[in-house]
């Protein structure tokens, strides 16, 4: 299987460059909006099988991803798929962010990989027009959320798009809302297809609003004295091993199986054992650059005990508020 791209938020070292690239070469840019789903993928095998995926796993009836296994077999004719070509989407599943009650159990098309030229193919060329034919237009699939597509628009205008899809300025609610367009959406994706990174990849960018970043604003590094530890391993932690990040963690251990749906207090044991070490590679992955030209030297068996502790402190809240929210569907 192929696992699809990493896509790094905006401000990540690997991105520093992007737009002005973009900018520079006149390239295309696509903007959608970013959907907290799971990753699901599905390609035709050499027997002419459907091969079902979650971001990780191979799918199977009992390993199903929340019913995308079932969704995919049960729709798909393999005859009606060109073999070579994987099919990325979000099989949208209920995470953080809230969606329209029917908009869930729903695929969202956002990414065909051609496997003989090793690259995502563009949504006008050929080929994704035929599938996206019969996937959305006769099977009734869903596609990603177009915002704008066409030359590199300023920065300005990029920043309001996100304003309005992320309804920064209205007060936050986890109501069910009647439409995509009342969503509190998390961000948007910026996706330049012919943009090559220093090793020849694609690379795609995400830029999420204010109220779902991973990380905090870094503050003053001055010392706190009502604070009892200020080691710069806490800072760390602080900044990067947020109640977001541990959230969007947890969601993702949820879809693999590997933590149950419904988590109870009694099973903080096998979240312990399993979410810490999640979290601590996440961040070691998406936010290293940063923390080294933000925080300097740290040592990483001190930050990895302090990541552990603010881990476990926001799985227990986000535990209870869930304990907590069943409880008052059932009362009411």
Do not use: C
Request: hydrophobic share 35%; proline share 3%; aromatic share 12%.
């Amino acid at each position: 299987m192929k696992k699809y791209m990493e896509i790094p938020r905006i401000g990540h070292s690997s991105t520093l460059n992007y737009l002005a690239q973009v900018k520079a070469k006149k390239q295309n840019i696509r903007i959608v909006i970013k959907l907290d789903g799971a990753n699901g993928q599905f390609e035709v095998g050499d027997n002419d099988e459907l091969l079902i995926y979650s971001r990780k796993h191979l799918l199977n009836e009992e390993m199903n991803l929340k019913g995308f296994y079932q969704y995919v077999m049960n729709k798909v004719d393999p005859n009606r798929i060109p073999k070579g070509y994987k099919i990325f989407g979000e099989w949208l599943i209920s995470h953080t962010v809230t969606y329209p009650s029917d908009a869930y159990a729903q695929f969202y098309l956002f990414n065909i990989y051609d496997e003989y030229k090793k690259e995502y193919i563009k949504p006008e060329s050929e080929v994704y027009q035929q599938i996206s034919k019969y996937l959305v237009d006769e099977l009734g699939m869903k596609e990603e959320i177009v915002l704008y597509e066409g030359p590199y628009i300023s920065m300005d205008k990029i920043n309001k798009m996100l304003l309005k899809i992320t309804r920064q300025t209205d007060e936050y609610n986890t109501k069910t809302p009647e439409s995509m367009n009342d969503v509190f959406h998390e961000g948007l994706i910026l996706k330049a297809y012919d943009y090559r990174d220093e090793y020849g990849n694609q690379l795609f960018v995400k830029y999420v609003g204010e109220r779902f970043k991973e990380v905090k604003k870094i503050k003053s590094r001055s010392k706190n004295k009502n604070q009892v530890d200020n080691s710069v391993e806490k800072e760390i932690a602080e900044f990067a091993a947020t109640k977001a990040r541990v959230e969007k963690t947890i969601h993702k251990l949820i879809d693999e199986n590997i933590l149950p749906n419904f988590i109870e207090l009694e099973q903080m044991n096998l979240v312990a054992k399993n979410l810490p070490k999640r979290v601590y590679k996440d961040i070691m992955k998406e936010e290293l650059d940063t923390i080294r030209i933000e925080f300097g030297e740290f040592d990483e068996k001190v930050i990895g005990k302090k990541i552990n502790s603010n881990v476990m402190r926001y799985a227990r809240e986000i535990i209870i508020e869930r304990i907590e929210e069943r409880f008052n569907r059932i009362v009411d």
